[in-house]
């Protein structure tokens, strides 16, 4: 019985594993998506690269702390003098208030789009947060990182490739 147990676990986690690098190359669809400022927008993918080849789709939540501790980050980031990336969020398992709330305190003046129904994470799927995808303007998905980035330099290599 243990024999078959950590077959199924082996067999779980390496499963797991090959679904996550299944991940580049695909594009994410995004159609008619409300943001966190503006709940009557309808969002498509080619609003979001805001003239870059790039985007960094951050998936959050306001319950998350390494999400909020991410977040200076990502502001400083996106203010820098020449981001190569448009960073843009989603709202992961998160209510629109808590989150609004959450934004305007950790300082996310990034659209954030609100996936009430799941339909942007389903996607993926998301299983923790904070999750980053790396898309170029159509929305495939060209890397990733689960977890936090820890500096702007992380950021930076990501985004370049580094």
């Known amino acids: ?33 409300a943001t966190l400022s503006d709940p009557q927008a309808s969002l498509e993918m080619s609003d979001l690269a805001a003239g870059k080849d790039r985007i960094l789709l951050n998936f959050w939540g306001s319950w998350c702390v390494p999400c909020r501790d991410e977040i200076p980050l990502l502001a400083a980031y996106a203010a820098s003098a020449a981001p190569q990336a448009t960073v843009v969020g989603v709202l992961y398992r998160d209510a629109a208030g808590p989150a ?11 659209e954030n789009l609100v996936d009430a129904d799941g339909t942007i994470a389903g996607q993926i799927p998301v299983n923790a947060a904070p999750l980053t995808l790396l898309l170029n303007a159509s929305g495939e998905v060209l890397d990733y990182q689960v977890g936090p980035f820890a500096s702007l330099e992380e950021i930076d290599a990501f985004v370049s490739g580094k």
């Open 1 to 33: 019985m243990r024999k078959l147990s950590a077959l199924l676990v082996l067999a779980l986690l390496v499963g797991g594993c090959q679904a996550s690098g299944e991940l580049i190359g695909r594009t994410i669809s995004i159609s008619g998506e």
């Open 100 to 110: 609004a709330e959450a934004a305007e305190q950790l300082g996310a003046t990034w």
